[in-house]
């Protein structure tokens, strides 16, 4: 069993930035990759960004390349998701995941089996 705590969200203007935070406990030597997800009202869960564990790998979803930065303290077992130029738009409730089966497909909600309870990101315009 794992267990994902994410931290770090409210409310922002937008051309802010924010840095969301999900801690890992529990059975972490399972753990392949986790992810980053959001979910805005009436829409899917979209990827957003993904960090392999070994060997360390990142991978973005093309909306957010550029201005989204995933990263990881081995020490914390925390990954981040640094969000640079908020916009209106990137208002969603933010989930983090973890990939402890291995099924290396880390763009989609099927990859991973443990989810974090969310933390709300509201950008204002």
């Known amino acids: 069993q794992v267990q994902l705590v994410e931290s770090g969200g409210g409310l922002v203007a937008a051309g802010d930035s924010l840095r969301v935070s999900c801690t890992v406990s529990g059975r972490t030597i399972n753990v392949n990759a986790m992810a980053w997800f959001r979910q805005a009202p009436g829409k899917e869960r979209a990827f957003l960004g993904a960090?392999?564990?070994?060997?360390?790998?990142?991978y973005y979803a093309d909306s957010v390349k550029g201005r989204f930065t995933i990263s990881r303290d081995y020490a914390k077992n925390t990954i981040y998701l640094q969000m640079n130029s908020l916009k209106p738009e990137d208002t969603a409730k933010y989930y983090c995941?973890?990939?402890?089966?291995?099924?290396?497909?880390?763009?989609?909600?099927?990859?991973?089996?443990?989810w974090g309870q969310g933390t709300q990101v509201t950008v204002s315009s």
């Open positions: 960090i392999t564990w070994s060997p360390s790998f990142e």
């Open positions: 995941a973890a990939d402890t089966r291995g099924y290396n497909s880390r763009t989609t909600v099927v990859g991973y089996d443990y």
